[in-house]
């Protein structure tokens, strides 16, 4: 199992945008300060600005930054097209290169997270 924690601008906001957005399932949520959500094998921690001992383990952590988790799809086009639909912001446009196609996606905070879905093997 893994986890990610993000600080963000406003946590309930935040929380809505992934669980509505990208399915993620509330775990624990302090309005206004914390919230917990899970999607399959990961964590996603969302934390207010000073909330918690985030605020003096080296530095002031804010949001917005260009860490972000990596949210792997089999149908990048259709997620894309229904987040577009919900009124989701991208930043920039989808690349092609590498081991598949990507697009990136700001959370309300501007956190990005990264769609990606790999190439899809050739039939010889």
């Known amino acids: ?24 399932k509330v775990d624990k949520h302090n309005p ?10 990961l964590t ?8 918690g001992s985030g605020g003096t383990a080296g530095g002031s952590p ?4 260009w860490n972000r988790l990596m949210f792997v799809t089999d149908d990048i086009d259709a997620l894309m097209s229904r987040l577009s639909d919900a009124g989701a912001k991208f930043r920039g446009e989808l690349s092609e290169a590498g081991a ?3 697009r990136l996606l700001e ?11 790999f190439k899809k093997e050739s039939a010889h």
């Open 1 to 24: 199992m893994a986890s990610v924690r993000y600080i963000v601008n406003d946590v309930d906001r935040s929380a809505e945008f992934y669980r509505n957005l990208l399915e993620f």
């Open 44 to 51: 996603l921690y969302l934390s207010a600005p000073g909330a």
């Open 107 to 117: 959370d309300p905070s501007g956190n990005l997270v990264e769609l990606f879905e």
């Open 62 to 65: 804010e949001p917005g930054g």
């Open 32 to 41: 206004g300060k914390f919230a917990a959500l899970k999607h399959d094998d």
């Open 100 to 102: 598949g196609r990507a």
